[in-house]
């Protein structure tokens, strides 16, 4: 990676006594795309307001680009908000609207049309200067918001749940052309969201919140592979997982023994070192296989026998509820090859994973009733 | 709802269904209660107004006639054309003042306090007390022989003959307290409306505080300050009270002329003509005040 742009140094903000963000740091490298992904009042949102200026941190110190912006207001730095509700001017046309920025930057006429204009194409709105901006649709009035901020060519670009008031489909088109805007114009995006498939599309590293503190950052992939809480693995994506002891571990291949006296394995690097004796263990949906539990299981493989309680077609994929060891149910997702005959519900089945395809997890405390919400 | 039938379904037209007679009727049933109190408090009055105007009348049994008499109009202009011009000039001044006193307190409420209802009641509570007995109560306060004045005085802050009562100063004062309530209201809901995140991103693109009070706090209170003159200009210019206990010979306004030719000399033409004059530039006016503004901005906001 290249310079840091953002850092954040154990900044901590409370409100009243209530911690929002706990004692986090966090450092974001140039022309990076960076999501902050956790349940409402994680303190994702805090944490870029913090950045934006529009929260005084409590404690720590917030650096942008190698300066120490802490006590600076919004104004005063090199860093450009899309807001969740776009906060449009409502008094201004969509040229006005974009070219605030600039004017106050007292850029000149001429350079203000010229870059308001290459700011409405980067975002597919030509034609639309003279709108106002309730004139527009949601999408539209999004873009504007995009290109309000773009346009003055910030450090940072802070994205609060920008897509988040859209439809499905027109959130999945903005994703794609989000990440392609980045791609243009290389400046670094900060973007908070609870919609971890949005995270995981967009993103080159993201952040899991959770209680105001990072439960764990990376590249989406080594976090939905390999996440290193019960709470990650429980967030990204579902998943499946067994309470168990960490039994050896040792040379190459380490082992849980679950509570049914079954062993699982999974390969000793994937042990995280401050891991006690009580972990979970798990597995994706879309790793496991599933087939009637007769004959011997596969060797080399890790297997559990359940019973399957509802199958569910889904057109591209078939997904199973099977009841596990210990009465935990488990998720299985089988792509619809259209080769094999689906398993009927209230047989016994057996599934079957690869060793390295295991994860293994700090159990968390349980989720409060407002983070299951989302 | 309508059901949606595509016509032509079968060759055949469907047939055509009738709305109830309720149905169709009711928007009228629901606003005739409105209908009917303009029609007998406003445009009964009005006409009648408007035809005293052109009708003479017998000084001794005040029996009135329509004679088209519009000789009436010119006379009365002649006669008071100062005191037109002294109304909307008082009335304009006391607007301005009750817009400047107004601003800051309500900006204060809908931007910073914590307990708007609160401050916004306390700020209407003296508006609770009688519009004549708080008039009353300034002309005590503002008396040669009040306490302020005396205590100026003896403080020989203020020469001796130093005086407020009589004055265009306590007029305009007094018309800008009276109104107050009609000037900070429209402002409030104005100021209150405005988004708190547009605040934040004017900040965000740069704008410090006072630019984002000139360019987004201030255009986006246009409509409710236009709301705000117009709802304290237009009473203020025609008000009777304020001249009459706090203004001396010099300071009187036309409501005070009307209400004289009306009830003292029982002279209901020349009251009427008086009054329809008042009512021509006020439209005239607030046409002019609407179209520097652009009434689609009036229309969007109000």
């Known amino acids: 990676m290249t310079e840091i742009d953002v850092r954040l140094e154990r900044v901590s903000k409370f409100f009243g006594d209530v911690p929002a963000v706990d004692d986090l740091s966090l450092d974001i490298a140039e022309g990076e795309f960076f999501s902050l992904l956790g349940p409402s009042g994680c303190g994702k949102t805090t944490t870029l307001r913090m950045i934006g200026g529009f929260e005084d941190p409590s404690l720590g110190t917030v650096y942008l680009g190698g300066r120490d912006v802490t006590d600076l207001p919004p104004y005063r730095r090199d860093v450009n908000t899309v807001f969740q509700s776009y906060a449009l001017f409502p008094h201004l046309d969509v040229f006005e609207n974009v070219a605030f920025g600039l004017r106050r930057k007292k850029v000149g006429g001429k350079d203000i049309g010229q870059r308001v204009r290459d700011a409405m194409s980067l975002v597919d709105l030509e034609g639309f200067e003279k709108r106002k901006p309730t004139q527009m649709s949601g999408g539209q009035q999004q873009r504007v918001a995009l290109a309000r901020a773009l346009v003055n060519r910030p450090k940072v670009l802070l994205l609060d749940e920008p897509l988040g008031a859209l439809d499905l489909k027109l959130r999945k088109q903005m994703q794609l052309e989000l990440k392609r805007i980045q791609e243009e114009v290389g400046i670094t995006f900060i973007y908070v969201t609870h919609d971890q498939e949005e995270a995981m599309t967009m993103s080159d590293r993201l952040a899991v919140m959770r209680h105001g503190q990072i439960e764990q950052i990376g590249a989406p992939e080594l976090v939905y592979e390999s996440p290193a809480t019960e709470f990650v693995a429980g967030f990204l994506g579902a998943s499946n997982l067994l309470d168990g002891e960490l039994v050896r571990n040792q040379s190459d291949v380490a082992t849980v023994r679950l509570s049914t006296g079954q062993d699982i394995h999974f390969p000793a690097s994937k042990v995280p070192s401050d891991i006690d004796t009580l972990v979970k263990v798990g597995v994706r949906p879309e790793k496991i296989s599933i087939e009637a539990d007769e004959g011997e299981p596969p060797a080399g493989a890790n297997w559990v026998s359940g019973l399957l309680r509802i199958a569910t077609y889904i057109g591209v994929s078939h997904q199973y509820k099977v009841e596990g060891p210990g009465g935990t149910e488990l998720t299985v997702y089988v792509q619809n090859l259209g080769a094999e005959e689906a398993p009927a519900p209230g047989r016994k089945v057996r599934l079957t994973w690869r060793p390295e395809h295991t994860f293994i997890v700090k159990p968390s405390a349980a989720l409060s009733p407002e983070e299951e919400e989302e | ?302």
């Open chain 2, 1 to 302: 709802m309508e059901q949606h039938v595509p016509a032509d379904l079968h060759g055949v037209e469907p047939p055509r269904r009738h709305r109830r007679l309720g149905r169709s009727a009711s928007p009228y049933l629901l606003g005739a209660p409105a209908i009917v109190w303009l029609a007998v408090f406003f445009v009964i009055p009005l006409v009648t107004m408007l035809s005293l105007s052109i009708q003479t009348c017998d000084s001794i049994t005040l029996a009135c006639k329509l004679t088209w008499h519009f000789a009436e109009f010119p006379n009365i202009i002649g006669r008071y054309n100062d005191t037109f011009v002294r109304s909307l000039v008082y009335a304009g001044a006391a607007t301005v003042a009750a817009l400047v006193v107004a601003f800051p307190v309500t900006y204060w409420i809908a931007f910073r306090a914590k307990r708007k209802n609160f401050f916004l009641l306390m700020l209407l509570v003296p508006f609770f007390v009688s519009f004549v007995i708080r008039t009353t109560a300034w002309y005590t306060l503002l008396a040669d022989q009040g306490t302020i004045l005396s205590t100026l005085k003896n403080l020989h802050l203020v020469p001796e003959s130093f005086h407020v009562l009589a004055t265009p100063l306590a007029v305009i004062g007094g018309l800008a307290y009276n109104y107050l309530p009609f000037t900070a209201l429209p402002l409030y809901v104005a100021l209150e409306r405005i988004d708190r995140r547009v605040m934040e991103a004017s900040h965000d693109l740069y704008a410090t505080r006072r630019v984002a009070f000139t360019h987004v706090v201030l255009p986006l209170a246009v409509p409710g300050i236009f709301a705000a003159f117009l709802l304290t200009f237009v009473p203020a210019a025609g008000d009777y009270v304020n001249a009459a206990i706090l203004g001396g010979t010099n300071t009187v306004m036309i409501g005070q002329v009307i209400q004289n030719k009306f009830l003292e000399a029982a002279d209901y033409p020349a009251a009427s003509a008086l009054s329809t004059v008042l009512l021509v530039l006020m439209l005239v006016g607030i046409a002019a005040y609407a179209k520097f503004l652009g009434s689609r901005t009036i229309e969007e906001y109000v």
